[in-house]
């Protein structure tokens, strides 16, 4: 690459950007033209540095007189050259600036990543001497633990000795629980019914247990009704007529709602469950009653001495409520009839309805306009 011959008033001295519109004549390709920018570039740099030499060794100071030379401050001020430079034939040449902006910026990024080390570290430094000096730690403060307010109650750790203490308490409260409940369940009440078919028939009193099946009582009802021969008077053949009836053939009607054959009464009365009307289909105690204990032990007792010591039927509980709200009624008059009122309310029990909040409709789905 050699230059062409000037005339005598011409500067020897050629700018960047002269050289590179003098030899990126003609260039096509880009990777050309960066090939040629390099060389320029290169042979000004050695250009600068031959003159510099030169006129160094023209005023050559006594080594002696002078200071030592500041190698670095040297460095810098090529480098300084260097980047200014570049940065004007950056501006002269547009398509490269892309790649050589990419190239300060990462330098950029490396100095300061360097600076920010240098800086942490200086940083971690006068912490130990700040900590050395005063001879406690700043943050010997922060770990100083404090009480939460908002915790209530802090639980104890458990062990084996508490988890077998807790297990043990369980154990006695279940079968304090089932004592109680044996005991609810053993309690007798008495539970006054009518015979219904269309006219309410006096049917007597029933003595049951509180944990005594439905069908129990059905069944005690048919023989209290074939012992005082209900019905005598439309026909003749009534107690052998109740003595032939099945318990499958009767319905137990406790207010307006026919109560299944399965449930227990202890059911109704541990759950207090309310009926129509805002009314406890069986409104029972859930308590066990007191008793001594000449009468708790009934184990060795004869059956006539439990037949002696049996209370009397009126002074049981429920003895004294309306015979009217306890029906039992033949399923097949009710089969019959059951499109005509009363029949036509009844309703079986569902566990899961409520009763209170429910809206009493015929067969038909009218509502009716009466509470009771």
């Known amino acids: 690459m050699s230059d062409q011959p000037?005339?005598?008033?011409?500067?020897?001295?050629?700018?960047?950007h002269e050289r590179l519109s003098t030899n990126t004549v003609g260039l096509v390709a880009l990777s050309d033209f960066?090939?040629?920018?390099?060389?320029?570039?290169?042979?000004?740099?050695?250009?600068?540095?031959?003159?510099?030499?030169?006129?160094?060794?023209?005023?050559?100071?006594?080594?002696?007189?002078?200071?030592?030379?500041?190698?670095?401050?040297?460095?810098?001020?090529?480098?300084?050259?260097?980047?200014?430079?570049?940065?004007?034939?950056?501006a002269l040449v547009s398509f490269g600036e892309d790649e050589e902006e990419d190239e300060d910026a990462e330098s950029a990024g490396r100095a300061r990543g360097k600076k920010g080390k240098v800086k942490a570290a200086g940083d971690g430094?006068?912490?130990?001497?700040?900590?050395?000096?005063?001879?406690?730690?700043?943050?010997?403060?922060d770990k100083k633990v404090t009480a939460n307010s908002s915790v209530g109650i802090v639980p104890r750790a458990l062990t084996k000795a508490?988890?077998?203490?807790?297990?043990?308490?369980?154990?006695?409260?279940?079968?304090?629980?089932?004592?109680?409940?044996?005991?609810?369940?053993a309690t007798e009440i008495a539970i006054p019914f009518v015979f219904y078919d269309g006219t309410n028939t006096p049917g007597g009193i029933v003595r049951v247990k509180k944990g005594d099946f439905i069908w129990l009582f059905l069944d005690k009802s048919r023989k209290v009704g074939a012992e005082l021969a209900v019905g005598g008077d439309k026909n003749s053949n009534a107690r052998r007529d109740w003595a032939r009836v099945g318990v499958d053939d009767l319905m137990l009607v406790r207010g307006s709602v026919i109560i299944p054959h399965h449930y227990e009464f202890y059911f109704f009365i541990i759950n207090k469950t309310v009926g129509p009307e805002n009314r406890p289909l069986f409104g029972y105690s859930?308590?066990?009653?007191?008793?001594?204990?000449?009468?708790?032990?009934?184990?060795?007792?004869?059956d006539g001495a439990l037949l002696k010591s049996a209370p009397d039927l009126a002074s049981l509980e429920g003895a004294l409520d309306d015979p009217t709200f306890t029906k039992v009624v033949d399923r097949r008059w009710y089969q019959r009839n059951k499109h005509i009122y009363p029949a036509s309310v009844w309703q079986e029990f569902d566990p899961e309805k409520d009763y209170q909040s429910e809206i009493r409709r015929d067969p038909g789905g009218n509502a009716f306009f009466f509470s009771k």
């Open 286 to 302: 859930g308590e066990a009653p007191l008793k001594d204990a000449a009468a708790g032990d009934s184990g060795a007792a004869s």
């Open 6 to 16: 000037t005339s005598r008033f011409t500067p020897q001295n050629k700018t960047t």
């Open 34 to 90: 960066r090939k040629r920018r390099a060389e320029v570039l290169e042979q000004q740099e050695r250009e600068a540095r031959e003159a510099a030499l030169a006129l160094t060794n023209a005023s050559t100071p006594d080594r002696s007189l002078t200071a030592t030379p500041n190698n670095a401050s040297d460095n810098n001020s090529e480098v300084d050259r260097q980047k200014k430079k570049k940065k004007r034939a950056k």
């Open 125 to 141: 430094d006068d912490e130990e001497g700040s900590a050395g000096a005063d001879g406690t730690s700043s943050g010997a403060a």
């Open 162 to 185: 508490a988890l077998r203490r807790e297990a043990a308490e369980r154990e006695a409260l279940r079968k304090e629980f089932l004592l109680l409940q044996t005991a609810v369940k």
